[in-house]
């Protein structure tokens, strides 16, 4: 919930990602279009800034436009889902 707030700068409730869990892999949900990310606001600002994302996103990805780069940011480097192994890249089924 904190990452959607801080791309935001809305409360998460309202956004649909109050719960505690990041929305599991192959879910359709994600941080609503019409709320525009604080990399989408600096990039469309008068200053035209560049923004780039790294680390896990955790906020959809069922679409292209879902994702980071189609949410203001020129790159990322990271992850859409959590739980991955940063050495040989698998998706880690159970956290605890």
């Known amino acids: 919930p904190t990452r959607s707030a801080l ?9 649909g990602f109050g ?3 990041p929305p ?6 994600h941080l609503p279009t019409d709320r525009p990310t604080t990399a989408e606001m600096l990039v469309d600002g008068p200053e035209g800034y560049q923004a780039a994302m790294i680390g896990k996103w955790h906020l959809g990805y069922a679409k292209w436009d879902y994702t980071p780069t189609g949410r203001g940011f020129s790159s990322h ?13 698998t998706l880690h089924a159970n956290n605890g």
């Open 19 to 21: 719960s505690y869990m």
């Open 77 to 89: 480097v990271g992850y859409f889902q959590g739980a991955t192994d940063y050495y040989n890249k």
């Open 7 to 15: 791309m935001t700068a809305r409360y998460p409730f309202k956004l």
């Open 24 to 29: 599991p892999p192959m879910c359709e949900s």
